[in-house]
T-cell receptor, first 112, second 113 residues
């Protein structure tokens, strides 16, 4: 019953460090997404991959890069972390782009 | 500019009563709407959706109503149970769901025993 698995669950970084958040899904879904959630805010889309081999920017892509490694895995990279990137990051997947998304349990990232 | 608004940050109801969570949107191109439920330290879970060709969709205790002219939708939970206590997010998309999902800020529902 894994669904969408995110690693790590928690991470503390110093400003300027780099970090890759990992996400894997075992539902054979075509589309995958990365969101961030800040206190008092809804989820905001960072990047998405509508299908294997494609990636596109979402609402807040600055400071991030992504890689759709294969159909199962979609990683999010912070090249030079900034305190403004302190957030909870959620990965999600869906069978197709216009279908309801299944979410992982999140990665809580703090940047000092 | 918030395109999806959940104006009530919190709502408290008694077990067994009806919970009504509201959501307003400003973008007239939105035609596909979803509700997600989120428990602390977990990811959101899809609850129910509705497309603009309908004005009501029902799934067990959960019913979503859509009023296109008012750009308003609501989620009704009947009867409410303590396990329904969570944050509920409204989300909307255009082009039948093919455009990016836009989420509201969420409403925290507390169901008191």
């Amino acid at each position: 019953n894994a669904g969408v698995t995110q690693t790590p669950k928690f991470q503390v970084l110093k400003t300027g460090q780099s970090m890759t958040l990992q996400c894997a899904q075992d539902m054979n879904h075509n589309s995958m997404y990365w969101y961030r959630q800040d206190p008092g805010m809804g989820l905001r889309l960072i990047y998405y991959s509508a299908s294997e081999g494609t990636t596109d920017k979402g609402e807040v892509p600055n400071g991030y890069n992504v890689s759709r490694l294969n159909k199962r895995e979609f990683s999010l990279r912070l090249e030079s972390a900034a305190p403004s990137q302190t957030s909870v990051y959620f990965c999600a997947s869906s069978q197709e782009y216009n279908q309801p998304q299944h979410f992982g349990d999140g990665t809580r990232l703090s940047i000092l | 500019d918030q395109q999806v608004k959940q104006n009530s940050p919190s709502l408290s109801v008694q077990e067994g009563r009806i919970s009504i969570l509201n959501c307003d949107y400003t973008n007239s191109m939105f035609d596909y709407f979803l509700w997600y439920k989120k428990y602390p330290a977990e990811g959101p879970t899809f609850l129910i959706s509705i497309s603009s060709i309908k004005d009501k969709n029902e799934d067990g205790r959960f019913t979503v109503f859509l009023n296109k002219s008012a750009k308003h939708l609501s989620l009704h939970i009947v009867p409410s149970q303590p396990g329904d206590s969570a944050v509920y997010f409204c989300a909307a998309s255009a082009a039948g769901g093919s455009e990016k999902l836009v989420f509201g800020k969420g409403t925290k529902l507390t169901v008191n025993p």
